[in-house]
């Protein structure tokens, strides 16, 4: 593996963050990060469309029509996105019901596009496949952050359950039930939650840049 | 010309293939969704009755709010209603016996935690349960705005019961 595609996956998680620092895919971010559960749900299941939509789409990025490239990749990325809708129904449905409307939603998700058309069109298969990986493992681990904040605050505890069998994986109570803010676990907590973690994001960068620049 | 022509038929065929990898998922999938439709109606009647045998029943209701009628073969009926809550709607259950409500479980609700989720909780389970069908079914302050829906709700199911000839 080349060091430029190794560095262009690593990017995915802080510098080139989707949530954090692109603003892609917010109104689902927002909407899905109350528990846990959801975020991982959410995440797998976009990782799953990304990587088979950057792939198929950089497969087909010689015989695309550029005029039509966008309504292309519309019809392939929404064919993934009923697909996987209608896999979770059949043997995921907690996760279904937890999730509802957001995952036909995941059609519309900026991130998705935005990749197709900034990177998977332009380059090899591989490339693309392994993009698609990190930027929807960023996307996850975006949506982790903002769920264990809002979880534990909006809850007081932190709990993961396997959406196919149901069995509860764990369940810690960490701040005692009289205490929390269940303003959290509503679209304030969510606006707040997530102003605070960008704020943290474009401070961890700046920082960073500011280092490169004084080491020239 | 030609070439929108040639942009037309491509956007066509991709429509097409995509139409089939759809038509098979849909068909591969389809009898497992409908498996946890009629499993997940039945995991909730036996919330109520775990020993009971179920009947659907076929009903004329003109709220528009009761959505199944199931007879247990001890003479309980038991609604399945839907109302709007504050937020979202409402799914639930309510078994009426011997004039009075006997059972109410919540199936799905969406509304505000801490305030409309609460008519999920033990508390107002506790506090209808074994209401006469001849009293006020009681609200829950805090959470007034779901709790009236629900109320709606059981109203409706009481009126049908009594024209159904439920005791």
Redesign the interface.
């Known amino acids: 593996m080349n060091k430029q595609v190794w560095e262009n996956f690593k990017a995915g998680f802080v510098k080139e963050n989707p949530v954090f620092t692109l603003y892609l895919g917010m109104c689902s971010t927002l909407a899905i990060s109350t528990s846990l559960n959801n975020a991982l749900g959410m995440g797998v299941t976009v990782i799953i469309v990304l990587i088979l939509s950057n792939t198929i789409i950089s497969m087909m990025r010689k015989i ?2 550029n ?2 490239r966008i ?2 990749y519309i ?2 990325i ?2 993934l996105v ?2 996987m809708e ?2 979770i ?3 995921a ?1 907690t996760l279904n ?1 937890a999730l509802g409307i957001f995952i036909p939603l995941i059609v519309v998700n900026c991130i998705i596009l935005g990749r197709a058309e900034a990177f998977a069109n332009k380059h090899k298969v591989s490339e693309s496949a392994l993009d698609g990986l990190g930027m929807g493992l960023g996307y996850t681990f975006s949506l982790l952050l903002i769920s264990i904040f809002r979880q534990v605050l ?2 007081g505890s932190l709990s993961l359950t396997n959406p196919f069998t149901e069995v509860v994986i764990f369940n810690i109570r960490i701040i005692p039930s009289d205490y929390v803010l ?1 303003m959290f ?2 679209s304030v907590g969510a606006f707040i939650t997530f102003a605070l973690l960008a704020a943290g994001f474009a401070a961890i960068n700046a920082q960073k840049k500011a280092k490169e620049i004084k080491n020239g | 010309m030609k070439r929108i022509i ?2 037309a038929c ?2 066509g065929i ?2 097409a293939l ?1 139409g089939g ?2 038509a098979y ?2 068909d591969v ?1 389809y009898e ?2 409908n498996e ?1 439709a009629i499993a ?1 109606e039945k995991a909730n009647l036996i919330k109520l009755y775990p020993n009971g045998a179920f009947e659907e029943v076929t009903f004329n209701d003109d709220s528009g709010l009761i959505k199944k009628v199931f007879k247990v073969d001890n003479g309980a009926y038991i609604y399945k209603i839907e109302v709007y809550g504050y937020k979202d709607y409402i799914s639930f259950l309510v078994a009426i016996d011997d004039g009075k409500i006997v059972g109410y479980t919540v199936i ?1 609700v969406n509304d ?3 305030y409309g989720m609460r008519v999920a909780d033990d508390e107002y389970v506790n506090s209808i349960t074994g209401t006469s069908i001849d009293a006020d079914v009681p609200l829950l302050s805090g959470a007034t705005i779901s709790s009236t829906s629900v109320v709606n709700g059981i109203e409706a199911a009481i009126k049908l019961h009594q024209s159904l000839g439920g005791n």
């Open positions: 695309i029509p005029e039509i309504p292309v019809i392939i929404s064919t009923k697909s209608l896999f129904k059949a043997y449905p019901s909006g809850t269940s676990t509503q | 040639y942009l491509f956007l991709i429509s995509a990898i759809l998922v849909n999938t497992k969704i946890i997940s799905s505000t935690p801490g």
